[in-house]
């Protein structure tokens, strides 16, 4: 099993920056391929951005590509999301999850989830 913690959530203004970050416990990280979700209030969890278990490879969510990047540091046991140019619709609480069998970003494939951080985007 793997515990997730998140953190680095805020408030911000549009079109700054935040990084948040996932700290992992318990079963050696690089076991897991990693990802963030995020759900804003009275909508589906939605699929942001996903990382192989390597780092090498990495999928977008079209609606972040270009602005958000996922990276992990496995020696930390830690995943990072930097968000860019943000806007007021990536406001919600972002979650991040892990998976052992495959990298993919079909949110049912995810056994183990954090149990997220607040970001907020003023316009």
């Known amino acids: 099993q793997v515990q997730l913690v998140e953190s680095g959530g805020g408030l911000v203004q549009a079109g700054g920056s935040l990084r948040v970050s996932c700290a992992a416990s318990?079963?050696?990280?690089?076991?897991?391929?990693m990802a963030w979700f995020r759900q804003a209030p009275g909508k589906e969890r939605e699929f942001v951005a996903a990382?192989?278990?390597?780092?090498?490879?990495?999928s977008y969510a079209d609606s972040v590509k270009g602005r958000f990047f996922i990276s992990r540091d496995n020696a930390k046991n830690t995943v990072y999301l930097q968000m860019n140019s943000l806007k007021p619709e990536d406001t919600a609480v972002y979650y991040c999850?892990?998976?052992?069998?495959?990298?993919?970003?079909?949110?049912?494939?995810?056994?183990?989830w954090g149990r997220g951080t607040q970001v907020t985007v003023s316009s």
């Open positions: 990382i192989s278990f390597g780092g090498d490879k990495t």
């Open positions: 318990g079963r050696t990280f690089s076991y897991y391929a």
């Open positions: 999850a892990a998976n052992s069998r495959y990298y993919t970003a079909h949110r049912d494939a995810y056994d183990y």
